[in-house]
Structures are given as structure tokens and as C-alpha cells.
């Protein structure tokens, strides 16, 4: 079993429309979450981190359910611009002090 | 700031042969990282460092070698290439050791592929 679990789609979606990712990660004692953005054949850039009482940015909204140990995405109002591969990155707390990515969920917004 | 910048972009070797992917960073950040990226793998921690003169493994450390000699520069060495290190590798930082706590921030990334 992966430690950090994402489904890789693609996500089609219109323009306009809400779309939902969720990640699903293994080590209970896992301390910090994040979601990253990958856009196609360039480097991962933060998107927002994850807390535990949730948190929104604009249209974008995660939350995190530890007892279920998964964390979500929400975007509302798709853009265009939105298309790009996002990746779920857990600190599983191994005392390596690195973080565990997810082989990422790709969204494609249409026109 | 440049930011985290790398050299080259991309890069053709043949098995067998040796090689140093260059990562510079100008945040004056602490950690420093070296993950490689194959299709449906996602992002996998080869070798990281935490200040000048550490440096540890990661996950997949096996066929690499790192140095920390300044801040600024973290460099890769490939010992002798094989076609399994076909990849795209990205170098990353950040302002504290405590790495999971802030921000990562990646280099554009070199694209390797060995014959």
C-alpha cells in the first residue's frame, strides 16, 4: 500500500463546475498536510496547507479528517487555469524530516 | 532571487557513465532536497541536507552521492548512470530544518535519460 494514496484521474470538468479531491495517507501519526500544484513539465509550487480545523483560499477549500486519515480538495468555479496535476504531501513523521508525496490527481478544465 | 535554480535542463548519458546535476538556492535556506519524479511514482526524497556539512538519505539514495559544502549549493552526482535513473530530477529548499513546516520551493528540474 502506497503511504500516500491519491486517485490519478483525470478529472474532465466544465468551466464553472466544483470539483473534489481526496488523498487518503497511512501513518496515523502524520503531523502536517499540504496540496500542492503541478503544472505540466514544470516543478510543484504550494498551493495551500492543510489544517486541522480546515481552511479556505479564494475557491479553494481543504479539509482534513485524521480519524479517517485523509485529507480533501475542493475547487469551486473551475478556471481554465486551473488544469494542472495536483499532489497531496503528508510529513509522515519518520524523523527524516522530508515529506511523502502523492503520485498526484490530474485535473483538465474545458471550455 | 533567482530562487532554486538548476543545471542543465535536460541531459543524455549513456550506462555507465558519471554526472553532476548542479542546485543552487539565494533564500539563504537551511534544507535542501534532491527528489527524482517517474510517471504514477509521484515525488521520492533521494538525499537531503540539513545545513553546510550534513547531509542524510532519503528513500531511493542508492546510486547517488551529495555534498553540502556551501549554504547555497547542493549538487547530485551520479556515480555510474544506468537506465533506471531515467528521470526528472528536482532539487528543493527551505528556510529551516523543520522542512515539513515550511514551504518547499523547487528548482525548474533536469530531465535525464540514460541509453
Known amino acids: 500500500r502506497k503511504e500516500v494514496e491519491q486517485d490519478p484521474g483525470p478529472f474532465n470538468v466544465p468551466e464553472g463546475a466544483t470539483v473534489a479531491f481526496n488523498c487518503t495517507y497511512s501513518n496515523s501519526a502524520s503531523q502536517s498536510f499540504f496540496w500542492y500544484r503541478q503544472d505540466c513539465r514544470k516543478e510543484p509550487k504550494l498551493l495551500m496547507s492543510?489544517?486541522?480545523s480546515g481552511n479556505e483560499d479564494g475557491r479553494f477549500t481543504a479539509q482534513l479528517n485524521r480519524a479517517s486519515q485523509y485529507i480533501s480538495l475542493l475547487i469551486r468555479d473551475s478556471k481554465l487555469s486551473d488544469s494542472a496535476t495536483y499532489l497531496c504531501?503528508?510529513?509522515?513523521?519518520?524523523?527524516?524530516?522530508?515529506?511523502?508525496f502523492g503520485s498526484g490527481t490530474r485535473l483538465q478544465v474545458q471550455p | 532571487n533567482a530562487g532554486v535554480t538548476q543545471t542543465p535542463k535536460f541531459q543524455v548519458l549513456k550506462t555507465g557513465q558519471s554526472m553532476t546535476l548542479q542546485c543552487a538556492q539565494d533564500?539563504?535556506?537551511?534544507?535542501m532536497s534532491w527528489y527524482r519524479q517517474d510517471p504514477g511514482m509521484g515525488l521520492r526524497l533521494i538525499h537531503y541536507s540539513v545545513g553546510a556539512g550534513i547531509t542524510d538519505q532519503g528513500e531511493v539514495p542508492n546510486g547517488y552521492n551529495v555534498s553540502r559544502s556551501t549554504t547555497e549549493d547542493f549538487p547530485l552526482r551520479l556515480l555510474s548512470a544506468a537506465p533506471s535513473q531515467t528521470s526528472v530530477y528536482f532539487c528543493?529548499?527551505?528556510?529551516?530544518?523543520?522542512?515539513?513546516?515550511?514551504?518547499?520551493?523547487f528548482g525548474p528540474g533536469t530531465r535525464l535519460t540514460v541509453l
Open positions: 492543510v489544517y486541522s
Open positions: 528543493a529548499s527551505s528556510y529551516s530544518q523543520w522542512a515539513t513546516i515550511n514551504e518547499q520551493f
Open positions: 504531501v503528508v510529513n509522515m513523521d519518520t524523523g527524516r524530516r522530508a515529506l511523502t
Open positions: 533564500m539563504n535556506h537551511e534544507y
